[in-house]
């Protein structure tokens, strides 16, 4: 039974939890079409348990009611209520097949989205990073933001280095080197993140890992109709609303459907500028459409389009710690556009899992920063106003074959990836209409791919993962110098393996060891002679220790152990002119511990626990000399979390509270002493209400119940970090209100 449903989660991408461990007997064979309810009760019959619908695309496998006897017996008053489980098959995509997180040989968070989650458009990448040991961001806000895990971290500062972390929707790559687009959850089934080092599966860009986003596909059988609408109001700030619809319109009963997600919100603004109040306020539009086509024989094909437009109409630092205002000064506003195309033709029959991909992504990001103080040296009389635009597009195109074949699992594929960059800043003046292009960066990086996958049973607990991605890398680049404007070309192939022993003594505990690396291909930089000079590329490998469990009465622990070596670390660093460039920093040197647990502690009540400590420091410098208490930036030196959930009936209707704390200990800016800054020591909390009554769930938070102003992100403004020192103080108390109605 516990396979059989495994296989059924697998095929349909639908989440099955149950009340603890399923018992080992057979079931029902099953053959043709059906439903999830269906299909899960012909599974159970004569078993003792049915399902029972939870979530649009989640179920829950309880035991069926025993018939009361003839003379029921008093309640025990002593007897403790029993536990509820929570955990069941929790399916994994990210590693190109699908695979329970319960038999995953690797670190792995995955993050289910509720009704609170899904449907709030103002939920976004830092909800999810407050759920998960070991991914710590940037703190410029919204779009602006870099997004790190597991101590991987090279700058705080964005500029032209790719990505550490790969940013995925679905089967494409949305990101290549651009910050995180701060992708609203709308409709988003889960995320997965993947830690460590996945580049035998995702190639360059995948030195820290991989953060997936999983969206709901078109249903081709039931319509649905959801709305939602919230309000929220920030204390010292203005007020803030959010409104989402998502609609499911079978077209053809069972062969095409047709799914549409439109959102969007005014977000509320807590930082005065002057005479300016709430200066940092925003906005956020967003709309993805999705058609899924069963083409017959097993294939479906599903067509997906994309867009999401944010603006920020100013910065959100201050010059003063413990404060939410500055002097007056320009308005510093932010732009971040992203539209997204894809294409997927895939089949699953037979245990074969085939799987062509195509997907297309452009994405324009805009920073204005306030140039009246700190760019006088770049000549241009009068300096007003500096304005940094990056123009990113990514090619994305996959072919994939999975499939077990006797005990062995494996996977073979070719991939292709075009990634665009252009940046460009340019210094206007105060008055008048003079200005000055300060650099003008244009990259093109192509990469091609043969990947596989395989793992073999050495015996029946014992399993060994090989995986492996042969590559070729060509970056062309162009560039302003003293001399003209010089190009140049870069080339690498190479390979990137990973291995994994995982040993599983009795269901429920997997034990496993992984080696995992990924490489980053070299940028270039101008020489003092004003000459293009290549950059070594990174080279990151990681050796990690892991525990898995699932306990008694429905809960789950996981132990982590890392210990990883970066080589040729590229760092995008802010120079003395103000100019963001790359520079090969020297070797770093990353250990980390993490540890979560989740478990239900009594009848309706669970707890969620999770903490991380991450020693990450630059060991030697480009030069080869041996460094002392250099940290990398931003990753915080260790976090704590914790949760305590309630499930209670309240009348007809069902409801459940939640208070969230997390604490995320103290992190610099940089490695660079003359710009370096402590900040971080932050504690983060959080108190939900939701009640549902039939179609309707109505939903009430709060957030910095504390108030604190605590230090986020020690910088803003590039032109004045050197002579002015920025904090960015948490947002303050916010309480928000909002309602869903299915129909």
């Known amino acids: 039974m516990p396979e059989a449903i495994a296989d059924l989660s697998r095929e349909t991408g639908v989440s099955i939890g149950s009340e603890g461990s399923l018992p080992h007997r057979r079931t029902p064979a099953i053959h043709g079409r059906y439903d999830i309810g269906e299909a899960l009760e012909r599974l159970?019959?004569?078993?003792?348990?049915?399902?029972?619908?939870?979530?649009?695309?989640?179920?829950?496998?309880?035991?069926?009611?025993?018939?009361?006897?003839?003379?029921?017996?008093?309640?025990?008053?002593?007897?403790?209520?029993?536990?509820?489980?929570?955990w069941g098959t929790i399916i994994v995509t990210a590693v190109k097949r699908s695979q329970p997180l319960s038999d995953l040989p690797m670190a792995a968070s995955v993050v289910m989205l509720d009704n609170s989650l899904a449907h709030g458009a103002a939920s976004g990448s830092g909800r999810i990073a407050s759920e998960i040991e070991g991914l710590a961001m940037t703190g410029l806000g919204p779009g602006r933001n870099r997004m790190f895990l597991r101590g991987v971290a090279d700058s705080a500062f964005s500029g032209e280095s790719q990505s550490t972390v790969a940013v995925l929707l679905d089967e494409a790559r949305l990101t290549y080197a651009a910050p995180d687009p701060d992708l609203r959850l709308i409709d988003m089934e889960r995320v997965e993140v993947l830690k460590g080092p996945q580049?035998?599966?995702?190639?360059?860009?995948?030195?820290?890992?991989?953060?997936?986003?999983?969206?709901h596909s078109a249903n081709l059988v039931d319509p649905s109709l959801a709305v939602s609408l919230g309000g929220e109001v920030v204390n010292g700030g203005n007020a803030g609303f959010s409104t989402s619809a998502i609609a499911n319109v079978p077209v053809l009963q069972e062969r095409v459907g047709l799914r549409l997600v439109g959102y969007g919100s005014k977000e509320p603004g807590w930082i005065d500028s002057g005479s300016r109040k709430n200066d940092n306020s925003g906005r956020v539009l967003g709309a993805r459409a999705g058609l899924g086509i069963d083409a017959g024989d097993g294939w479906r094909l599903d067509l997906t389009g994309l867009g999401q437009w944010s603006q920020s109409h100013d910065s959100?630092?201050?010059y003063q710690r413990h404060t939410l205002s500055r002097p007056e000064q320009r308005a510093e506003p932010h732009d971040n556009d992203l539209r997204h195309v894809a294409a997927r033709l895939g089949r699953e029959v037979g245990g074969l899992d085939i799987n062509l991909s195509s997907a297309m992504t452009w994405h324009d990001v805009t920073?204005?920063?306030?140039?009246t103080i700190g760019a006088d040296n770049f000549g241009l009389p009068h300096p007003g106003e500096l304005v940094d635009q990056h123009h990113y597009r990514v090619w994305d195109t996959e072919a994939r074959v999975s499939a077990r074949t006797g005990a062995i699992d494996w996977l073979i594929g070719l991939s292709h990836i075009e990634a665009r960059q252009d940046l460009i800043s340019t210094l206007y003046a105060a008055h008048g209409p003079d200005s000055l292009v300060t650099d003008d960066d244009r990259r093109k990086t192509r990469e091609s791919a043969l990947f596989g996958d395989v793992a073999v049973p050495l015996t029946g607990r014992l399993r060994f993962n090989l995986g492996a991605r042969l590559f070729r890398s060509i970056i062309d680049e162009s560039r302003p110098a003293a001399i003209g404007r010089i190009t140049g070309r870069a080339t690498r192939s190479g390979v990137t393996p990973s291995a994994a022993l995982s040993w599983r003594?009795?269901?429920?505990?997997?034990?496993?060891?992984?080696?995992?690396?990924?490489i980053r291909q070299g940028g270039t930089d101008?020489?003092?002679?004003?000459?293009?000079?290549?950059l070594h590329g990174d080279e990151l490998s990681t050796i990690e220790l892991g525990w898995r469990e699932e306990l008694a009465g429905g809960g789950r622990a996981e132990l982590g152990l890392s210990y990883a070596r970066w080589k040729n670390l590229q760092s995008d660093r802010l120079k003395a002119d103000s100019e963001i460039e790359t520079e090969n920093a020297g070797?770093?040197?990353?250990?980390?511990?993490?540890?979560?647990?989740?478990?239900?502690?009594?009848?309706?009540?669970?707890?969620?626990a999770g903490g991380a400590f991450t020693s990450a420091n630059l060991i030697r410098n480009e030069l080869g000399y041996h460094l002392k208490d250099t940290r990398l930036p931003v990753v915080p030196r260790f976090t704590l979390r914790g949760a305590l959930r309630h499930d209670f009936a309240l009348g007809q209707a069902d409801g459940w509270a939640s208070l969230q704390l997390r604490y995320n200990g103290p992190a610099r800016l940089s490695f660079d002493p003359t710009l370096d800054r402590r900040m971080g020591e932050v504690l983060e909390s959080r108190l939900e209400f939701h009640v549902t009554s039939g179609a309707t769930e109505l939903s009430l938070v709060a957030e910095n119940l504390l108030n604190r102003q605590s230090d986020s992100f020690?910088?803003?403004?590039?032109?004045?970090?050197?002579?002015?020192?920025?904090?960015?103080?948490q947002e303050p108390r916010s309480v928000s209100l909002s309602v869903l109605q299915r129909f």
């Open 367 to 371: 920073d204005h920063f306030d140039a």
């Open 199 to 215: 580049g035998s599966l995702y190639g360059t860009g995948a030195l820290g890992g991989i953060y997936h986003l999983v969206t």
């Open 316 to 318: 959100r630092y201050t």
């Open 587 to 608: 070797n770093a040197r990353i250990m980390s511990l993490e540890a979560s647990l989740e478990q239900p502690i009594a009848h309706g009540w669970r707890l969620s």
């Open 526 to 534: 101008v020489s003092s002679d004003g000459l293009l000079d290549r």
């Open 714 to 729: 020690a910088y803003g403004n590039p032109l004045r970090l050197a002579t002015m020192p920025q904090y960015t103080p």
């Open 505 to 518: 003594p009795h269901r429920g505990r997997l034990i496993f060891l992984r080696y995992g690396s990924a």
């Open 44 to 86: 159970l019959t004569g078993s003792g348990y049915i399902a029972r619908r939870v979530g649009a695309s989640a179920w829950r496998i309880v035991r069926a009611p025993a018939p009361p006897p003839p003379h029921p017996a008093p309640p025990d008053p002593v007897a403790p209520p029993a536990a509820e489980g929570t």
